[in-house]
């Protein structure tokens, strides 16, 4: 006989995807049921994700783009959410479990209008504009952050701070020690998101290109980088004899991280979260231009607990950066002390908190509570 699953509702892209797996594997080991609705992005994606089951639903956002962009996107969630009624009576779900953006609107919503008991994780220190309208309606809220803007006074009697899931791979890095100097070399990872950042293959070898010959033979620089833009950087480094790594995109993230002495990157909620987990400095650029600036704010979290450098855009120029380098060269000691202030204020188990947390939603806070006293 079917067991009733727990349905999970995430978007096709990694900010969503990332914890919603985590959250997955950790109730999977609890012995829950667990499905995963989507959006088309991420069905290539979805073939690997722990799920018995992935659905594609219908989703746009509807606040960029023309009138008749805004509308067609209305349109399309309308009709993902008709979709997921239909899906919520099938399935009879325990629970339905959103982590933002637009394609999880029409699950939680159809879980909403059935009565099916809901949670919705924000990963932002600012909630999103999807969850900001699924707020008022779910049963509760999880925040990745200790405190977020962008939610109304009255809902926060209902939000738990859980923190950002993270994933089995993030889990076993943190257990790597911050790399020692034994070499002389500094090595920084270079990362803007899943999709790279041109600003940072800009930046980056600018900057390097100002220091002096010995100094930057002293570097070790693996950089992820739009696929246009790998061998532009590639021979910059080339020509300026420093030893680097450049891809599109690198499957072990984590373990580059681990083993890097300082990560320069954006600063989005899953980043954010992995730096603090395994414990390593950076220096944080922020998406500019985002409505709610929640990059911004989730860097000044990092900021204001002495574990990464805070720099706008317009003030990530290569002479700042190249000062940057040229300190963590000068002074191990300051970088050694950021990664202990990061790894301080990560929460490894932070998919388990968001497992209890849906479990007691779901009616079944005996078993979240003596799964959890299992694995303390």
Same mark, same amino acid.
């Given at each position: ?84 009624? *239909? ?43 999807? @969850?900001?309208? $699924? ?28 923190? @950002? ?35 940072? *293959? ?67 909620? *899953? ?87 849906? $479990? ?17």
């Amino acid at each position: 006989m079917r067991r009733p699953p727990i349905l999970l509702a995430a978007g096709g892209t990694g900010g969503h995807l990332f914890p919603a797996e985590a959250l997955a594997r950790a109730l999977a080991g609890r012995g829950q049921a667990v499905e995963l609705a989507t959006d088309r992005r991420a069905l290539d994606y979805g073939t690997a994700f722990p799920a018995e089951a992935v659905h594609a639903l219908q989703a746009a956002t509807p606040f960029s783009g023309s009138v008749a962009a805004k509308a067609a996107a209305l349109a399309k969630l309308g009709l993902g959410t008709l979709a997921a009624r *239909s899906l919520i009576r099938r399935l009879a779900p325990l629970c339905v479990v959103g982590f933002g953006g637009y394609p999880s609107v029409p699950p939680v919503l159809a879980a909403v209008l059935a009565r099916v008991p809901t949670v919705i994780h924000e990963q932002n220190a600012v909630m999103g504009r999807a @969850n900001r309208f $699924l707020a008022p309606r779910v049963t509760a809220i999880a925040t990745g952050f200790p405190k977020i803007g962008g939610i109304a006074d009255r809902l926060r009697a209902k939000a738990t701070h859980t923190g @950002n899931p993270v994933r089995p791979a993030v889990i076993e890095a943190a257990g790597v020690s911050y790399p020692g100097f034994d070499d002389g070399r500094l090595r920084v990872l270079v990362t803007g998101g899943s999709q790279g950042a041109r600003i940072m *293959s800009d930046i980056v070898p600018a900057a390097v290109a100002t220091m002096a010959p010995l100094v930057r033979q002293r570097l070790a620089i693996v950089q992820q980088a739009r696929p246009e833009d790998v061998e532009r950087v590639r021979g910059a480094y080339t020509s300026l004899g420093v030893a680097a790594e450049v891809a599109p995109f690198f499957k072990d993230l984590p373990t580059r991280v681990a083993a890097a002495h300082l990560v320069v990157a954006r600063a989005g909620a *899953s980043t954010v979260a992995e730096l603090a987990v395994i414990g390593r400095p950076a220096i944080l650029v922020p998406l500019p231009g985002s409505l709610d600036q929640d990059q911004a704010a989730n860097a000044a979290w990092l900021g204001e607990r002495q574990a990464a450098l805070v720099l706008a855009q317009r003030d990530f120029t290569p002479q700042a950066l190249a000062a940057e380098l040229v300190g963590g060269l000068a002074d191990a000691s300051r970088l050694r002390q950021a990664a202990a202030a990061a790894r301080s204020v990560g929460i490894a188990d932070a998919a388990e908190r968001l497992a209890d947390r849906v $479990l007691a939603v779901a009616g079944l806070p005996d078993h979240a509570e003596r799964s959890h006293e299992a694995a303390a």
